[in-house]
């Protein structure tokens, strides 16, 4: 299982929209919603944002939301704020009952 | 609230067995748990998860040199990574997979830096 494709960065300013891709195959993205979503800023552990495609764990901002059309996964983080730079990760539950990372996407508010 | 800390040697030589605890806190390890790993300056990789106390699941491409078992009297879970290279260089997390979020990892450690060298 290689890893999920993610793009190396995205960028955006104070208030804005963000889109985050997370491309796997139509056997594994593609066939089941067992996608999660990470929060990494420098220095931290990695905390964990939507699990289930696009459920929200308790205590995370509802400017976060996840989707998924076809083979790929997105996160989307509206209204940008300072706090959102960190690195991304997307996981994926695999049906080897592996899991496997996306390859991160770092964010930058400018 | 459940809390994990990693522990064990930082620096490891190559060819030797890398050896990590993690010591969980305010929960019982009768529950699923996985061992991640993160190389300076790159992503996230899966190494394995341990389930029902003893039960493992591995990582492919590292099946064959890694063990994970779990310590209920002590509450501890442990990674024993054989044949270590300098690519094996990385932070250690020890991480609970959520029995309400699926398919998530909701409890991350602060982590263990390793480092492989002579």
């Known amino acids: 299982q290689s890893a999920l494709t993610q793009p190396p960065s995205v960028s955006g300013s104070p208030g804005q929209s963000v889109t985050i891709s997370c491309t796997g195959t139509s056997s594994d993205v593609g066939s089941y919603n067992r996608v999660s979503w990470y929060q990494q800023p420098p220095g931290t552990a990695p905390k964990l944002m939507i699990y289930e495609v696009s459920n929200r764990p308790s205590g995370v901002p509802d400017r976060f939301s996840g989707s998924k059309s076809g083979n790929t996964a997105s996160l989307t983080i509206s209204g940008l704020q300072a706090e959102d730079e960190a690195d991304y990760y997307c996981s994926l539950y695999t049906s080897s009952n592996t899991y496997v990372f996306g390859t991160g996407t770092k964010v930058t508010v400018l | 609230q459940v809390q994990l800390q990693e522990s064990g040697p930082g620096l490891v030589k190559p060819s030797e067995t890398l050896s990590l605890t993690c010591t969980v806190s305010?929960?019982?390890?009768?529950?699923?748990w996985s061992w991640i790993r993160q190389s300076p300056g790159k992503g996230l990789e899966w190494i394995g998860q341990i389930y029902n106390s003893g039960s493992t699941i591995y990582n492919p491409s590292l099946r064959s040199r890694v063990t994970i078992s779990g310590d209920t009297s002590k509450n501890q879970l442990s990674l024993k990574l054989s044949s270590v290279t300098a690519a094996d260089t990385a932070v250690y997390y020890c991480?609970?997979?959520?029995?309400?979020?699926?398919?998530?990892?909701?409890?991350w450690g602060q982590g263990t830096t390793v480092t492989v060298s002579s």
């Open positions: 991480v609970r997979h959520s029995g309400v979020y699926y398919f998530g990892m909701d409890v």
């Open positions: 305010g929960g019982s390890i009768t529950y699923y």
